[in-house]
């Protein structure tokens, strides 16, 4: 034997192709894609009648950020990464956010001491820019770039982060220079600002005025601004979490101008609409997420954006809050006021099984699509491939193995994050991973968790 681990008799597919083979793993790589290698492995792993796919890649997840007064993320490394194994993923990126005031070093080794040694998927990081002083743009920024930060997310809304259009081009401009990668949060500030003290002073402060306080309108002008920025300064930019279809449009339009525009939606934008926020109680909190969840046309137009090629990405936007916790949705301001509800909703673990289940096996996209919108794109975008997100030789074996056919109705009990709901309780879904290797050692056997903490690895890039 030369082969540590042989996969068999499954069905292959990368962000291109669709093939019947084996897949032989040694040192932590693909060694051989052929025919008959049981014979040649000390470890068998049969997948005929499954699907053997790259690892997924969620480059969009936030993890203990700071979150303001009280309020804490439900998640630690340690159970976002499981959480993300055991959805298919085998690697994932999440947010350094620098704190006003404090150096981008300081911030970096403090993510560090979160992470390392405590991740079940291999992680790299984005920053959060959200103080362009001369100094970060000057000196910290560039230098971190240089140790293998390349990309970094800034924010059109949020009162403590957001930049105005000065800081955007100041920061854009840089970013070129440096060759780094910027991900764009566009929503209008002040439009959502101005629409909340309405809201207030009408006393509608329950969480269905999230919605109606982020509206469309407020996403697509910002759309417009952020690919105009980009075009002024000449950078190529990544929108993050395109919720409609009019933001597609700037998206499309911006691209027929000439500008390099890398375009991310989410699981939230396909199942949930803003509908979900009013529910009874205040349970409308569990979907309180930016830019919310918009209509059923909306839904449609994300659907054929993801199989016409105009999304690349396909993320989680992991942001998990307990529900029923003072330090959560319902901390003792936002269950009174729907603008202290803490943003975001957990989903690591099911945005695959979300597209693979609705997208795949509705018809909606084809495998290889989902390859590319899962795993290989992100990859390519920020600049891990080809040795993540893909089935090569040279690849790492980062393979997630799928029983197309599996059952499950999402039930919060059965996740391994750390919040106490799931957006999705309830949603019957056909497909999940069963099987998932990291670097080549089997982290989970049969839906049975076999990887010990510390697995995952820190990835410079
Ligand atoms: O509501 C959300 N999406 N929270 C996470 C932060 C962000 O804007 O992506
Ligand atoms: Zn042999
Ligand atoms: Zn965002
Ligand atoms: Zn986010």
Not at 266 to 282: F, H, I, K, N, R
Not at 373 to 399: E, M, V
Request: hydrophobic share 35%; proline share 5%; net charge negative.
């Amino acid at each position: 034997t030369n082969l540590e681990i042989a996969i068999t008799g499954g069905t292959v597919a990368t962000a291109s192709d669709t093939f019947q083979c084996d897949i032989g793993i040694r040192d932590g790589k693909i060694v051989a894609l052929g025919h008959d290698l049981a014979q040649h492995a000390a470890d068998v792993i049969d997948a005929s009648g499954k699907f053997v796919l790259p690892g997924g890649i969620d480059s969009h997840v936030h993890i203990a950020q700071p979150s303001g007064e009280g309020i804490v993320m439900a998640d630690d490394f340690e159970s976002a990464t499981l959480s993300a194994l055991f959805g298919g993923n085998t690697t994932i990126m999440p947010f350094c956010l620098q704190e006003r005031g404090q150096s981008l070093r300081k911030t970096l080794s403090e993510y560090h001491s979160l992470a390392d040694h405590k991740c079940y998927t291999d992680v790299s990081f984005h920053l959060i820019i959200c103080d362009p002083t001369p100094e970060l743009l000057g000196q910290e920024l560039p230098a971190a770039v240089h140790d293998g930060y390349k990309s970094f997310k800034v924010f059109m809304t949020y009162d403590n982060l957001r930049l105005n259009d000065a800081e955007l081009l100041a920061t854009f401009d840089v970013a070129r220079d440096l060759g780094a990668t910027v991900m764009v949060h566009c929503e209008n500030e002040d439009a959502i600002r101005f629409l909340i003290e309405k809201h207030e002073a009408a006393n509608k402060l329950r969480p269905s005025s999230h919605a109606s306080t982020r509206p469309v309108a407020a996403e697509r002008e910002a759309t417009h601004r952020a690919v105009s920025l980009a075009e002024i300064v000449d950078i190529p930019v990544v929108i993050v979490h395109v919720s409609n279809g009019q933001a597609i449009d700037e998206i499309t339009q911006g691209r027929k101008r000439g500008s390099s525009i890398t375009a991310e939606t989410c699981p939230q934008y396909l199942v949930l609409t803003s509908a979900d926020l009013e529910g009874m109680d205040w349970e409308g909190a569990k979907f309180v997420c930016s830019p919310p969840p918009r209509d059923t046309a909306d839904q449609i137009a994300c659907w054929r954006g993801l199989k016409d090629g105009t999304f690349d990405l396909f993320s989680s936007d992991h942001c998990p809050f307990k529900y029923n916790s003072p330090d959560g949705k319902l901390n003792p301001r936002g269950a009174k006021n729907f603008r202290h509800i803490p943003n975001g909703i957990p989903g690591v673990e099911t945005r695959m099984p979300i597209l693979f289940s609705e997208g795949v096996n509705k018809g909606r996209i084809d495998l290889n699509r989902f390859v590319a919108l899962t795993a290989t794109n992100h990859a390519r975008t920020y600049g891990l491939y080809p040795r993540k997100g893909t089935i090569a030789i040279g690849s790492d074996a980062d393979i997630a193995i799928w029983d197309p056919d599996l059952e499950v109705t999402v039930r919060h009990a059965d996740l391994h994050d750390g919040a106490d709901y799931s957006p999705y309780e309830g949603l019957e879904l056909r497909g999940w991973p069963v099987t998932v290797l990291l670097r080549g050692k089997v982290m989970i056997r049969d839906r049975k968790l076999e990887a010990q903490l510390g697995d995952g690895q820190y990835l410079p890039r």
